[in-house]
């Protein structure tokens, strides 16, 4: 175990039982000042501070970290911190542990350097952390899978021929990644209701969120190289949260032959802090068992799954906000190793700041469905709304909540919220 992971570690920062950021944690991200709007910086956070890394390197604190330019913390992403590579992400890690733990004098005792460093959280606008250079959405959770057959296709063989072969997936737009709090407007697109003769053109009336989480990769593949399974890791920095809005009826309408199009291209938000695989070293599991077995080149062994606890909160306007769903990432059946390799199996050039959504992601019982599809079996089982309203999809202005967190010995890991609120169409 890395120790700055270690249980018995604390910070001289206060730090909440209940916050996902305790000194074990040190995700990434980006930042500026609200008031002065200075220049974004990469940061990372304890408690309720973010932590501003390109003052702490200008201080010569990272010198021996690897890092011969100072200037990959003066960015407006982290994609030049990131293609460093994990070792020196995990030397900066340990060098941040040390400084800011209860006993280390450095900052603690140096009130201007703190107040310099130190940033209370709601004085700061935190930025897409990652410029993002391909981004593909697979689809990993069986789960899943099975209900969307169920609900379209056979009930009684809901999965495609396929699905049980080889990590599935499909490309998305880049432009429309956006970070957590950044409003989206209901999309409108081309569908067509189910006694109509002909598509009609209009708002999205069946719009949805997906819960999935995100891995960003940190190293760069030649063309025409294969990532084999043992060495997919190195390629990876880690995890974010991330929110597909889909819209259903454009979806079923466009979906044949070559899958959705604008019915996923118009809003995926992004929690703003990267929690990276370091972090998450406890909160390895072994996935499920896969039969039938294999292919050679995505046999997998050792635990590349990760025990975090997934919910989704829906925040109608002028309402009390309601539960969702409850699941966890441990469950989904391709693991991050399985879906890096199998994506660059044929060549596919892999770049620092690929994005990779996992897809929808699914539990076993109904109230563990990410997606409101599934929780209301296509608009079948409405959910009450405490206040006496109803919702089969999203309405104007409901808050889309989403957590994600581990928790193991008494250390909880987590990535704060990514919030989403749906605005009328333009």
């Not at 609200?34 to 304890?46: C, S, V, Y």
Request: contains cysteine.
């Amino acid at each position: 175990m890395q120790e700055s992971n270690a249980q018995y570690l604390t910070s001289w920062i206060e730090v909440d039982e209940q916050s996902d950021f305790p000194i074990q944690n040190i995700p990434f991200g980006v930042f500026r000042k609200i008031h002065n709007g200075f220049a974004h910086h990469l940061a990372t956070r304890i408690g309720n501070n973010v932590i501003d890394l390109y003052r702490i390197a200008s201080k010569g604190y990272f010198e021996d970290c690897g890092i011969i330019d100072i200037e990959v913390f003066n960015q407006p992403s982290i994609n030049a911190f990131a293609s460093l590579g994990r070792p020196v992400q995990r030397n900066v890690r340990r060098r941040i542990s040390e400084l800011f733990r209860i006993n280390n004098p450095v900052i603690r005792d140096n009130y201007v350097l703190r107040n310099e460093i130190l940033i209370p959280v709601d004085e700061v606008e935190m930025l897409l952390p990652v410029e993002i250079t391909d981004f593909t959405e697979f689809s990993s959770s069986l789960e899943h899978v099975a209900n969307i057959g169920r609900i379209y296709r056979d009930p009684a063989n809901p999965l495609p021929p396929n699905w049980r072969h080889m990590p599935e997936g499909c490309p998305g737009r880049t432009s429309t990644v956006v970070v957590s709090e950044t409003k989206i407007h209901r999309p409108m697109g081309q569908y067509k209701p189910g006694d109509a003769a002909f598509p009609i053109y209009g708002a999205t009336r069946r719009l949805d969120f997906e819960l999935e989480v995100a891995f960003i990769t940190c190293k760069e593949s030649e063309l025409g190289e294969a990532i084999s399974i043992e060495k997919a890791e190195e390629y990876i920095l880690g995890f974010v949260l991330l929110n597909i809005l889909t819209a259903r009826d454009f979806q079923t309408w466009e979906q044949v032959p070559l899958g959705p199009f604008t019915s996923k291209s118009f809003g995926a938000i992004m929690s703003p802090w990267i929690v990276t695989l370091d972090a998450l070293e406890a909160f390895r599991v072994v996935g499920p068992r896969q039969e039938p077995k294999v292919l050679p080149y995505l046999q997998c062994t050792g635990a590349h799954n990760f025990d975090i606890n997934l919910e989704v909160i829906l925040k109608p306007e002028s309402l009390e906000p309601l539960k969702l769903c409850n699941t966890n990432y441990r469950f989904v059946y391709w693991n991050i190793c399985q879906q890096l390799t199998h994506q660059s199996r044929n060549g596919c050039k892999i770049r620092v700041g690929d994005v990779y959504a996992s897809g929808t992601i699914s539990g076993q019982h109904p109230n563990s469905y990410g997606s409101l599809l599934e929780l209301t079996w296509r608009g079948t089982k409405p959910i009450q709304i405490p206040g006496g309203e109803i919702r089969k999809y999203l309405y104007d202005y409901d808050k889309v909540i989403m957590k994600g967190f581990g928790k193991r010995n008494g250390i909880k890991i987590g990535f704060g919220e990514c919030i989403t609120q749906i605005l009328p169409a333009k």
